[in-house]
């Protein structure tokens, strides 16, 4: 059996190397623990997030940890198919058109997919109407925009509109994150919620899968 404990202190301490040996051992004794792996994974990572939040961890260890993670969860995705996991359903994440910074949005990602959620990144310079038709297709609920240029912000506004203008809005959540967001941003830009740190998104995105 292996140590639940020490796997999420290995994940919050960002010792990869004991953390994908962990992951191999529980994948060559047949994936059965691979559930409550992933989970101690997930609480690993919030503490990543609360230790980023109080300045202890700055955002090289975001980035390392979010590697960390991708690289233990591929060892275990297999068996997680096959347990058929719970997850927390499908959203989109993306940097809005006329915004090509990735660095935020790729951290935020490894936290999402961490926390049990099946990210759709639409990438960089997406615009509105890729956003709107990739939800109409994948019936996402959960939108989460980035940016980093002060211009991403009329982008973001553009998202809004397109889902007011399809009358979908009351049917999807939108958060805004980046450089240039604010509570005032994003009263402007008519979004449902806004974060500056990768951990209150996931709370947020939580929160909403919740409420579904």
């Known amino acids: 059996m292996a140590d639940m404990n020490l796997l999420r202190q290995y994940v919050s301490d960002l010792d990869e190397e004991a953390v994908l040996r962990?992951?191999?051992e529980i994948a060559d004794s047949g994936g059965s623990e691979a559930v409550s792996a992933m989970e101690a994974c997930q609480d690993g990572m919030r503490e990543v997030g609360d230790r980023f939040e109080s300045g202890e961890y700055f955002v090289g260890d975001l980035i390392f940890?979010?590697?960390?993670?991708s690289g233990a969860m591929e060892i275990i995705k297999p068996f997680l198919r096959a347990g058929d996991a719970a997850g927390k359903g499908k959203m989109?994440?993306?940097t809005v058109q006329g915004d090509i910074h990735d660095i935020g949005k790729n951290?935020?990602?490894s936290m999402l997919e961490a926390a049990g959620f099946d990210v759709l990144d639409l990438g960089i310079d997406v615009p509105p109407e890729k956003i709107l038709e990739t939800a109409r297709n994948a019936d996402?609920?959960?939108i989460a925009l980035s940016g980093v240029l002060?211009?991403?912000l009329d982008s973001m506004k553009a998202v809004v509109g397109v889902f007011e203008d399809a009358r979908l809005r009351d049917q999807v959540k939108i958060i805004i994150g980046g450089n240039p967001v604010t509570e005032e941003a994003c009263k402007w830009v008519g979004a449902d919620e806004w974060a500056l740190s990768p951990q209150k998104t996931v709370n947020v995105c939580l929160?909403?899968?919740?409420?579904k």
Do not use: D, F, S
Not at 207 to 211: D, E, P, R, S, V
């Open 207 to 211: 929160g909403w899968a919740k409420a």
């Open 140 to 142: 996402i609920r959960i």
């Open 107 to 109: 951290i935020v990602k």
């Open 65 to 69: 940890a979010g590697e960390v993670m």
């Open 150 to 152: 002060t211009l991403a």
């Open 22 to 24: 962990l992951m191999r």
């Open 92 to 94: 989109i994440l993306c």
